[in-house]
């Protein structure tokens, strides 16, 4: 599991400017697939070789200064709580405010580690107002211009100085992992009360009622379930982008330690900015994923009204369009067990080992029905394919220029490939190598 690293702060300090300038410094963000394009405000690193998830907290909605004050705090009291690395950015050139002092305060009090900046350090002239910082009764505070790069590596260094090791995810091989996911009160402990047949979760009609993660194991006679109920964090009064965005950090946690993620979908509310994000993680992280339209008893329905909400889901959320959907109802207990039969059958799909001579017995009728397009002028052959590793099934094919298959080539070969070896409902790895 990736420790995160969130940047917090006033408005207008610079947040977005210096996680676009940290990325830009990156060793490599780490996402399988490029050509996916979706609105995060985080991406996952490697520095060094060590991986850790890089939060923006910049999001703040058009609200009187009072109300922007109380997201902030909200912000920084979320990054205490979430946050294994906290970077509090100031304004160099303003100077301290009350408001700095006071979430200061907050953040010292908490023990966490904290690399404190002062921005838009842009000369030689500015570098004598960091001192003004020290005031508050910091240690040490970095001066940097993140508009223009200075400083910034000196800032990664401070990162990396405070940041923990990736924490390993419990092995428990006899369980599978099941992360159920959502906004809040699209019904996710309802859900998962019915699944196990007892109050584990509590429900309420109150969005947030569930604060934190709790694990919940679960036998049956056929199986050993171990399922995480993700809280859904806001706030109980007015929803902020804040806390849409810590309800990302928490769902980046659980994702990463689940075999089956399952995201669980209001059928009343449709897909919402929220779930089209935490589909954009289940699939960064290739994860099984089951798609979960509850409160279906309180949609009016058709004959044919199933097939148009799931065509209608996988248009909105293509990223995942290889997820099987279900429609329940947690409240009557509507085609709630089939969401055990579900996991089951994912999971073992995305452990299937298929043989060298198996896949390059489809491999080669797939390659030779459409042909990948010339790099530089050269012909683009692949010799063979082989499985190199499970969940998710990944595979490894051998070419003369790597380079030189596109993307939507890749595509392609993913979807043909997934659908003649009977992958269809799991996502997978294609790697290209050259053949020494």
Known sequence: MRPIVAIVGRPNVGKSTLFNRILGRKKAIVHDEP???RDLNFADMEEFGRPFTLVDTGGFETVTKDEILQQVRDQARLAIEDADVIVFVMDGRTGPTGEDRELVQMIRKSGKNVVYVANKIDSEMLASCVAEFYSMGIKDVLGVSAEHGKGVNELIDAIMERLPEAQPVPEDTDRIKVA??????????????????RPRAIVSAVAGTTRDAVDTPYDTQTGRYLFIDTAGIRKKSKISLTVETYS????????????VAILVIDAKDGVKGQDEKIAGLIEDRKKCCILIVNKWDLVEKETSTADHVADALKAKLPFIAYAPVLFTSALTGQRVPKVIEKIDEIFEMSRRRITTSQLNSVFEPIASRHRPGSFKGK???????TQSAIQPPTFVIFTNIPEGVDDAYKRYLSNSLKEAIGLDDVPIKLFFRPRH
Do not use: Q
């Open 248 to 259: 990302v950090m928490e769902a980046i946690r659980s994702i990463d330690k689940c075999d």
């Open 35 to 37: 050509g996916v394009t």
């Open 180 to 197: 159920i996911l959502g906004r809040p009160n699209a019904g996710k402990s309802s859900l998962l009360n019915r699944i196990i047949g």
């Open 379 to 385: 012909e683009v052959k692949f010799y063979y394919i």
